[in-house]
Every structure is written in C-alpha cells, then in structure tokens.
C-alpha cells in the first residue's frame, strides 16, 4: 500500500518513519528540502529506505502514486491547508483521491473545505494527538469523514496508532469533520489538565514551601496508583531536571505561555453551543492571564505583589481532590463532544471517542476506565467531593491562584447543590419582562404571582 504525505516537520517526518516501519510505501514532500533529506538519512539508519520517496514536487508525487491516492497533510492549520490543497489539484489529484487532513485544524475549515473540493477530489479529516514521540511510535487517532477513500486506509490506520490492550486507538469517531472537533476537545481537556497540575504543584511549592523535587517525589508516588497518567509523569520529571548549577530547571523558565488555538476553539464552541465546560474555559484564560503584561489593557490589568498564606494541606487529600477534579475536566470536554455531535448530526461515538484516548495521546490516563463509567460514578466518589471542596477552600484561603481547580470545584457544586437561577430569573423579569417559569412549568411574569405596587428604579 502506498501513501503521500505532505509536510515533515515535528509531526510529518515521526509520522512518516512509523509508516514505513508498519510495511507501506511512502512518497513525501516539504518545501523544505532539508526535510526529506534528514528523514531519507533517518529511514537509511533504520534500514527502511527503500519504501520511502522525497519528491520536490507535487506533480512527481502525484505521478509516482497508483489512483486512487492516499495523501495525508501535517502541514500548520489555516490557509496552508487551503494552498496545499489548491497546489495539489494543480498537480492532478482526481476525485476518487482522499486527501487526508492531520493538522490541528479548525472542524469549520473542515466542513467547508470537504463542499468546496467535493467535485475535486475527497477531503477527509483526522486529528492526531501524541506529539513526537506519539507520531513516531504510536498516536492517538480521531478521523472522520468520506467513506470511500477511508475503507482503503483504514486497516493501515489501526496498526499506525498506539494501541491498547490489543485494540487500536485509531477511530472513524463521527461523521463529517467530527474528528477535528474531537482533537480540539482533547486538546480543551489538555490545557485543563496540563493547569490542574501546575495548580497542585503551585499549592505544594508556594503554598506549602516544598521545593519542586519534593513535589515530583508526590507526582511520581501518586503514578503508581490510579492517577497514573502521561501528564503527570511527564511533569514530575520536569520538577526532577536540574541545570549544572543545581538550579530546578523550571526556576529558569518564565511564566508567560503561549498556545495555537485549539483550547480558545474549544472555549469558544462550548459558549456558542451552551454547554458548560468551566474548568476548560479556566484553563485558556489563565494562559491569557501570564500574558497580561504584553495586552492593550495591560496598565489596567497590573497589580501589586501580594503576600500570601502558608497552607497545611493533607497529601490524601489532595490526591483525590485531584483525582476527582481531573475526572471532571474529562466529563465536562465529553459533554462538550456529545451535544456539538447532536447538534450537528454527527454521530459521534463516544466509548470510540475514549478509546482512540486511552495510549498515544497527550491526555492517556489509567482512570479512563473511571471515566468511561459516567457521572453516575463521579456521583459515588463521596470523599473525593469533600476532599475536592476542602483542597479548593484551603487554595483559596493561601491567597494564591487556583482557575482550575476552583472552576472545577463550583462546576460539581453547581450541578450537585442548591441553586440560585431562580434569583437570577427573577431579576430578568424585574427589570426587562423576560418571563420566568415557575417550578410548576408555567410561564409567567413576577406580577402574575405576586402584586408589586412600585418597583425599584
Ligand atoms: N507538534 C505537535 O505536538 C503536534 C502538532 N499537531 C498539528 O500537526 C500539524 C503539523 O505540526 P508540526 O509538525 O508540529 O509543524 P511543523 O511546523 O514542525 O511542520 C510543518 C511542516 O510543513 C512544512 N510546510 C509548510 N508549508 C508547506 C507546503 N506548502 N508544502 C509542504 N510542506 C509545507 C514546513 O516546512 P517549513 O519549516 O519550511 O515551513 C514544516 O516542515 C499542525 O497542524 C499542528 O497543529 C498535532 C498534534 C501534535
Ligand atoms: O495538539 C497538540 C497536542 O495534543 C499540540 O502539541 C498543540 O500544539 C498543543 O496546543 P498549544 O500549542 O495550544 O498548547
């Protein structure tokens, strides 16, 4: 089987090595030639060269293909995707050809994108998660889109990607551009996750004066029970990294951080759809919160240094204040996933969904079995509740910043106490006659029930 893959960068050239190690034929292209060169020297020292092709062109690429082609895109999202696009119909792409788009891309671009090329040739969409390592030896997979094309893939697809236990985490999640909105929920969830973390080490280090190392020993002792997941490894090892001078690598590290857009989408989708996903929104916010300094309104948004309280917080309790909190930031992107695929008639599978998850991706997590059993779990989980509410309380209480975790707090307690909307409706009504509903179902005004002589002005 032969495919094409267009773009080797961090993605395309791991990608590309792992394809040609499970037995296909790969032609690729850059418009880097440096690229192809490095990866024809990579597959040489691997002793798999002689299924790899660099062409300089796309013609070539087109011409060395047998039709229908297969042509996968690890190109950065946006308009490149469009011009390699356009580029390629240039060089010949026909209609039964499947062009396969593996960036980040927006699941808007995607829809349009498979109207606008339909005649052309099928465009289909595919988010892929893992990083480097993740291309290279396994990622995680969530594709959507075109049938035709996909059946000829397909089967390659399920041993490219990680698997686990045996099954592949490669999934046809939904129809249309659905694995693109997957990938950007995973990523929502990614940002959430990645804050969580930092928050706990943030509550640890400033909040109960123990130095990253001390904080890594708890990260690494709290992966060897059901809290094990990529995330968290991956930070303890970073609080573990120390510079010659035996300086903790992250205390050279600013605070500023940066992010491409898929966690500002997710955002975005969750408002426009009205489905609340607090702790994700949280997460993209604090990223814009440690780059105040270089907005418009920075002069508006600079305070003082403040002092802030030590904190004595129990470590058990932590860990399933965390554990809870994580739990819920995966909820919360699947809730998220569940009403976009209702309201645009995806079918999006979501124990698919959670398998493509479950190794190779960033957010691969040993509680994902916990989540996969739903809200009626989360509701059992009665100490990990009052652990949750304490550790939030006592965040608060140092002085210090914690969006996730508290987000995550007052979204399970919005859920799961009394609430106050019926103030909140009462207010509407007040001031603009939106009307209320009563808990009897009826619609009406405040003055239907209750006689007002004169209201506030
Ligand atoms: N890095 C990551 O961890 C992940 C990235 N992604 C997504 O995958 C996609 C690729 O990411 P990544 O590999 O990191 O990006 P890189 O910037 O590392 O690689 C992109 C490659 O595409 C090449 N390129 C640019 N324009 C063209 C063109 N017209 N034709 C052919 N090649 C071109 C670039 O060449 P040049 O350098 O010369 O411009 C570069 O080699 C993005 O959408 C990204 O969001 C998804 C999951 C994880
Ligand atoms: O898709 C990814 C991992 O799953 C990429 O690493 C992505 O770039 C991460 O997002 P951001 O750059 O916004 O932090």
């Keep these: 089987m032969q495919v094409a893959l267009v773009g080797l960068g961090v993605m395309g050239?791991?990608?590309?090595?792992?394809?040609?190690?499970?037995?296909?034929?790969?032609?690729?292209y850059d418009t880097n030639p440096d690229a192809g060169a490095e990866l024809i020297s990579q597959a040489q020292s691997l002793g798999i060269a002689e299924r790899?092709?660099?062409?300089?062109?796309?013609?070539?690429?087109?011409?060395?293909?047998?039709?229908?082609?297969?042509?996968?895109?690890?190109?950065?999202?946006?308009e490149l995707v469009?011009?390699?696009?356009?580029?390629?119909?240039?060089?010949?792409?026909?209609?039964?050809?499947?062009?396969?788009d593996c960036g980040n891309s927006n699941y808007k671009d995607g829809i349009a994108r498979k109207l606008k090329y339909q005649n052309k040739f099928e465009f289909a969409t595919m988010g892929i998660s893992g990083g480097a390592e993740g291309a290279r030896h396994g990622p995680a997979m969530m594709a959507s889109g075109s049938e035709g094309g996909w059946e000829r893939i397909e089967p390659w697809f399920e041993k490219v990607a990680a698997s686990y236990n045996g099954d592949s985490c490669f999934a046809r999640v939904g129809q249309s551009a659905s694995g693109h909105f997957v990938k950007m929920v995973h990523n929502g969830i990614e940002y959430a996750l990645m804050q969580l973390i930092a928050e706990v080490y943030q509550l640890l280090r400033f909040g109960t004066k123990r130095s990253p190392e001390e904080v890594a020993a708890i990260f690494r002792s709290w992966s060897e029970g059901r809290l094990n997941s990529y995330l968290l490894a991956i930070s303890a090892h970073i609080l573990e990294l120390k510079t010659e001078q035996d300086e903790a690598l992250v205390d050279l590290i600013d605070n500023k951080v940066g992010a491409k857009g898929t966690g500002l989408w997710t955002a975005q989708n969750a408002l426009e759809l009205g489905i609340a996903v607090p702790s994700l929104v949280a997460a993209v916010q604090a990223r814009h919160l440690t780059n105040t300094i270089d907005t418009h309104a920075a002069k508006e948004m600079t305070y003082q240094t403040k002092e802030t309280d030590e904190i004595n917080v129990d470590l058990d309790e932590l860990k399933d204040a965390f554990?809870?909190?994580?739990?819920?930031?995966?909820?919360?992107?699947?809730?998220?996933?569940?009403?976009?695929?209702?309201?645009?008639?995806?079918?999006?599978d979501l124990a698919k969904t959670l398998q493509t998850w479950r190794a190779g991706c960033?957010?691969?997590?040993?509680?994902?079995?916990?989540i996969?059993?739903?809200?009626?779990?989360?509701?059992?989980?009665?100490?990990e509740t009052k652990a949750l509410r304490k550790v939030a309380g006592l965040a608060v209480s140092s002085g210090l910043a914690f969006p996730v975790l508290s987000a995550t707090?007052?979204?399970?307690?919005?859920?799961?106490?009394?609430?106050?909307?019926?103030l909140v409706q009462a207010q509407r009504d007040y001031f603009g006659e939106?009307?209320?509903?009563?808990?009897q179902g009826e619609t009406c005004h405040l003055t239907d029930l209750v006689d007002i002589d004169q209201k506030v002005r």
């Design 372 to 383: 996969a059993e739903g809200v009626e779990f989360i509701d059992t989980l009665s100490n």
């Design 323 to 348: 554990y809870l909190a994580s739990l819920l930031c995966y909820r919360q992107g699947l809730a998220l996933i569940k009403g976009a695929s209702r309201a645009h008639q995806w079918k999006v």
């Design 82 to 100: 469009d011009k390699v696009c356009s580029d390629l119909v240039e060089a010949g792409v026909e209609k039964d050809d499947i062009i396969v």
């Design 13 to 28: 050239k791991n990608l590309a090595l792992n394809l040609i190690e499970k037995g296909l034929t790969l032609v690729a």
């Design 52 to 78: 790899l092709h660099i062409v300089s062109d796309l013609g070539d690429m087109i011409k060395r293909l047998e039709a229908p082609r297969s042509i996968l895109l690890l190109v950065p999202a946006g």
């Design 434 to 439: 939106h009307g209320i509903k009563t808990h």
């Design 409 to 422: 707090q007052n979204y399970i307690a919005t859920l799961s106490t009394a609430s106050n909307g019926h």
């Design 362 to 370: 960033i957010i691969r997590a040993d509680y994902l079995d916990d």
